[in-house]
């Protein structure tokens, strides 16, 4: 009797063999013959040559599967059990229309509003992009699922997430903690993006890895940013300086969005935003593309877009 190993890397075992192991039952429906034993992550498998390599080919399939959709049920296992996988592929594809990122849990995370989906078209045409417009519109969310889409299917091979520290003039020293405990607050917003659409495990992994880095704007100085999808957030506090060394780090096979809020510029009143200059300099650059969000955008609690007309209003009286 042969025995072989597969190993389960990035996968939390509990979703993937799912509720009492529900994944392994079906499993030895299908593959009577066989005798399989999970520890962990590791699956230990018994049988004819034949059959094991039958049987891996499925696990890959349903490995694939998990990885993409973030889930297995019942129905799914049981498609990808007895199908040739073109067919699963075909069957979901109308049902995924526009969908940007199968998240945690399998939630679809698409474009919602006009000015998000004029961000994804003009992502695919353009290698740099800048989102514009006020809290709430998504920018940074449709951004940051832009990355990982990217990344998922091997477009680039790291997503680089930045943004300027201005509240501590990026000087984190006075602030408690290790490095990465200093820069969290100031991230906090990209983590809760890739929480939604990568698992745990996985995201933990990237983060250990240098797949997935996130780091304030100064450490950019100095790099060059090949084969990666770089977002540039809260930009309309980065100065002069800054902005100019951000988009300098641009290498090859690289994707760059900018995203930003001009109506909240942190910096000291004399201080000219980066963004704002930028978008004056760059604005006959072909290759860049440019997304102007608005109130109708606004994809939080409808509070939230009244609050933005009422502030416009006070700004343009």
């Not at 994804?120 to 940051?144: E, H, I, R, W």
């Not at 990344?151 to 003039?169: C, F, Y």
């Not at 900018?258 to 980066?274: A, C, E, F, N, W």
């Amino acid at each position: 009797m042969n025995e072989r190993i597969i190993e389960l890397t990035e996968i939390n075992p509990n979703d993937f063999f799912g509720a009492q192991n529900s994944t392994i039952t079906q499993l030895k429906t299908y593959f009577p013959k066989i005798k399989i034993v999970a520890r962990g992550n590791t699956l230990k498998i018994y049988g004819e040559a034949d059959i094991l390599d039958e049987f891996e080919k499925r696990v890959e399939m349903l490995i694939k599967y998990f990885n993409k959709y973030n889930k297995l049920d019942e129905n799914s296992i049981e498609r990808i059990l007895t199908s040739t996988g073109k067919e699963e592929e075909l069957r979901r594809g109308k049902q995924n229309e526009g969908v940007l990122v199968h998240g945690v849990n399998g939630k679809l995370i698409k474009a919602q509003t006009e000015n998000q989906r004029k961000m994804v078209s003009l992502m695919q045409k353009n290698d740099m992009l800048y989102a514009v417009g006020p809290a709430g519109t998504g920018k940074t969310y449709t951004a940051v699922a832009l990355a990982v889409k990217a990344l998922k299917e091997k477009e680039v091979r790291r997503i680089v997430l930045t943004r300027p520290a201005v509240e501590s003039g990026e000087n984190l020293g006075f602030l408690p903690g290790d490095l990465k405990e200093k820069l969290d607050p100031y991230m906090q917003p990209l983590y809760d993006a890739l929480r939604d659409m990568i698992p745990y495990e996985k995201l933990q992994s990237y983060l250990e890895n240098g797949t997935i880095q996130i780091a304030p704007l100064a450490f950019m100085r100095g790099r060059t940013l090949d084969n990666a999808f770089v977002i540039l957030d809260e930009a309309q506090n980065t100065t002069h300086a800054q902005m100019k060394m951000f988009l300098t780090r641009m290498g090859r096979h690289a994707k760059f969005i900018i995203t930003g809020d001009p109506g909240q510029i942190d910096l000291p009143r004399k201080q000219v935003s980066g963004l704002k200059e930028s978008l004056l300099a760059l604005k006959d650059i072909e290759g860049i593309g440019y997304v102007y969000l608005d109130d109708k955008d606004v994809i939080r609690h409808s509070l939230v877009k009244k609050i933005i007309k009422a502030y416009k209003s006070i700004e343009t009286d």
